[in-house]
């Protein structure tokens, strides 16, 4: 059992304050959704955790099974168990995929170890196949050129052959067509079940129907003012932000 | 100031004083008289051109103190054996390797292609068995660029070199390799590749310049590339000189009709590096690619210089350089895309590219058009950028640690020209040497 904990965190961008003192612990195999209105902070929060150096974290904590990640370079982060899926994936022109994962998995070995080249490959086919990406896409460059729901597609590849021990996808549900949010809810289900801890950010009611969340968050001007099950979900779609604003915000 | 120790003493030639011509003319007196009456020619030349100067434009940023002609010899002769010589790992069609400017080995090529006529063989077995080739396009097309006198220094002192010659339609699917190495102290190598493409004909030359051992090597190269209508020539130079190198190498290529020629220079080695490359469009439909890609290190200079002649109308040229900086290195790139007032529809790109990985790193650029003609496409950019904090975020993200991360972006900025090298064992192997001068063997 594993458990990331985000202990009362407060990020800046320069000298705006974005995220304003929010916590909310995840544990293996618990769903959490993030939702919230657009600029309230759900990128800020996912990419500090993930260590962005953009972002300064003036106070809190993010914990990885006790110990605080803050210290740690973002590959560090990443090595110890922590995965983000971003909402703009990078366009790196002229690294193809397969040498970037290929780094990223040989990153994971110990001193001296040498990548089974043949296996690593094997793996990557299969989880390729899984997620239906082709498999010409190991030679492309990492989201150059890719459409939306490729990119986020790409996104779920390299969660799945990193294996981490919490995800925090960042809207990954849009810009994905019906098929493939079923194909990425699948996935993310099929790692659940193997304990992946998952941190969700989405707009959106339909992921959740895909992806059953334990516990579902509403955000605002970067805190957390509701917690509740899946049905805080329906009920904000159903109410809309107004909602919260009027009867969530304390005056 | 005719006392033959202040001519030693002579800074505009060095160590390369009439006794060292003589002895060298002498080393190749079997050769056509005209080749030697040009050397004689060249010879006085450089005795008479000046060094580089301050005020020169051609020189403009590099640093002319480094340029010192003292210090080297014509090397003795060396044995394969002693030149640690590195396969590169490619199949081949044929292979020469030079040594300190004498043949030391070779792969000579099928019987098959030699019944075709194709010949790979010495300049000096050309100059003696095909004159009349030779001297038609042997140094035809005197340098512009401001290398002049090293130009002629070559000519006086070349002993030896690869020549390539493939007649009407041939084609030849396997690299053609030529290995030039500089071995022992003060070594002064003066590499040359001929190459004459006939029309319709195929084909890739690969000139490897090369050092055994560290020494200061002082290396005086010249490579030309004849495209006749038609042909497809890819040319490929990877130098990788020791670090203590100073080193002049100048390229000329002429494209005739519907010629298309690629040529790509990796610049790794040598203390300092010049670089000259000048292109002629001659006939429509002739197209130049030209490609270059540096790794500067320490405090290495790379000074590259390039001309895209357009002669003719609807010819076409695209040049892309791309330097990486790191350590106090620095690069210079000049270019000059020049339009004769009838080569109208010339389509001509330039672009140099410089990725600053290091702050002390200094990269100058000199982009420039010259255009006579009024119905023309041509455009000229220069960036300089540092690695890019978000990409380099995104890799750190899955586990990439920071140096392995920039080096993978670095290799993703190379990638661009790299990939415009359709023979894939050659992109590899050029990738190989990159890798090698990143994480150099311990
Ligand atoms: N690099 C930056 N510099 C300045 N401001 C920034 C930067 N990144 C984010 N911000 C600001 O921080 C606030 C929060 O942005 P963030 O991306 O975290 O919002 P979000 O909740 O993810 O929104 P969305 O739903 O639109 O994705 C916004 O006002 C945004 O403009
Ligand atoms: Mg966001």
Redesign the interface.
């Known amino acids: 059992m594993s458990q990331l904990e985000i202990k009362d965190l407060h990020v800046s961008i320069g000298e705006k304050q974005i995220v304003k003192g929010l916590s909310l612990t995840v544990r293996s195999g618990e769903v959490h959704a993030i939702m919230g209105p657009n600029g309230t902070g759900k990128s800020t929060l996912a990419k500090a955790v993930?260590?962005?150096?953009?972002y300064t974290i003036t106070s809190g904590d993010v914990l990885l099974d006790g110990k605080s990640v803050l210290p740690m370079?973002?590959?560090e982060?990443?090595?110890a168990g922590l995965?983000?899926a971003?909402q703009y994936?990078?366009e790196?022109?002229?690294?193809s995929i397969a040498?970037?994962?290929r780094?990223?998995v040989q990153?994971?070995l110990g001193e001296g170890e040498e990548l089974d080249a043949t296996g690593y490959y094997k793996r990557l086919y299969s989880k390729m196949d899984l997620l239906q990406i082709d498999r010409k896409f190991t030679s492309r460059?990492?989201n150059d050129g890719f459409s939306g729901g490729e990119k986020k597609r790409c996104e779920i590849l390299?969660m799945a052959m990193?294996e981490p021990k919490f995800a925090l996808m960042d809207e990954t549900d849009s810009g994905l067509d019906i098929d493939a949010l079923r194909i990425v809810a699948d996935g993310v289900n099929a790692l659940r079940s193997t304990n992946l801890g998952v941190l969700m950010i989405t707009h959106y009611q339909r992921l959740l129907g895909y992806i059953v969340p334990d516990h579902v968050h509403v955000m605002w001007d970067g805190r957390i003012v509701k917690s509740g099950d899946k049905s805080l979900a329906l009920e904000l779609e159903a109410k809309g932000y107004d909602w919260v604003k009027n009867e969530l915000i304390p005056a | 100031m005719s006392a033959p120790s202040l001519t030693l003493a002579d800074p505009a030639i060095g160590s390369f004083t009439p006794e060292l011509f003589a002895a060298h003319l002498a080393s190749v007196s079997h050769l056509p008289a005209w080749w030697l009456d040009r050397k004689r020619e060249a010879w006085a030349r450089f005795l008479a051109l000046p060094l580089p100067k301050r005020t020169d434009e051609s020189w403009r940023f590099a640093t002319l103190t480094g340029l010192k002609l003292d210090g080297y010899t014509l090397p003795p002769a060396v044995t394969p054996a002693g030149l640690g010589h590195a396969p590169i790992g490619i199949a081949k069609a044929g292979k020469l390797v030079f040594a300190n400017n004498r043949l030391v080995a070779q792969e000579p090529i099928s019987a098959e292609l030699t019944k075709q006529g194709v010949i790979f063989e010495t300049l000096q077995h050309a100059l003696l068995k095909h004159g009349d080739l030779v001297k038609a396009h042997l140094l035809a097309q005197p340098p512009k660029q401001g290398s002049e006198k090293f130009s002629a220094l070559h000519t006086a002192l070349l002993a030896d070199g690869a020549f390539v010659y493939l007649p009407k339609g041939v084609e030849i699917a396997l690299p053609l390799a030529v290995f030039h190495y500089a071995a022992g102290a003060g070594a002064a190598v003066f590499p040359h590749t001929l190459v004459i493409a006939e029309p319709g004909t195929k084909a890739t030359v690969v000139d490897f310049f090369r050092s055994a051992g560290d020494g200061a090597h002082f290396a005086c190269g010249r490579n030309d590339l004849y495209a006749s209508h038609g042909a497809a020539l890819t040319y490929v130079a990877a130098q990788n000189w020791s670090r203590a190198t100073l080193s002049f190498q100048s390229n000329s290529t002429v494209a005739r009709r519907d010629a298309r020629v690629l040529a790509l220079n990796l610049h790794l080695g040598g203390r300092q590096s010049r670089h000259e490359s000048h292109s002629q469009l001659q006939a429509p439909g002739a197209h130049s690619e030209m490609l270059a890609l540096t790794v500067a290190h320490g405090t290495q200079e790379f000074d590259q210089r390039t001309l895209q002649i357009h002669q003719a109308p609807h010819t076409s040229s695209n040049l892309l350089y791309k330097n990486a900086l790191l350590g106090s290195a620095k690069t210079i790139f000049s270019g000059l895309i020049v339009v004769d007032p009838d080569a109208q529809k010339t389509d001509a790109y330039q672009s140099n590219r410089n990725l600053m990985l290091s702050d002390d790193a200094e990269a100058n650029s000199l982009p420039g058009l010259e255009i006579q003609a009024n119905d023309v496409r041509c455009t000229h950019g220069a960036t300089s950028s540092r690695i890019d904090a978000e990409q380099e975020f995104y890799l750190q993200a899955r586990g990439i640690p920071k140096a392995d991360a920039d080096e993978l972006l670095t290799f993703g900025f190379f990638e661009e020209v790299l990939s415009k090298l359709d023979h894939a064992p050659l992109h590899d192997a050029l990738i190989g040497l990159i890798k090698i001068k990143f994480n150099p063997p311990v």
């Open positions: 993930a260590g962005h150096p953009s370079q973002p590959d982060r990443a090595r995965f983000l971003f994936p990078s790196i022109p002229g690294v040498n970037f994962l780094a990223a990153a994971r460059a990492i390299q990193l």
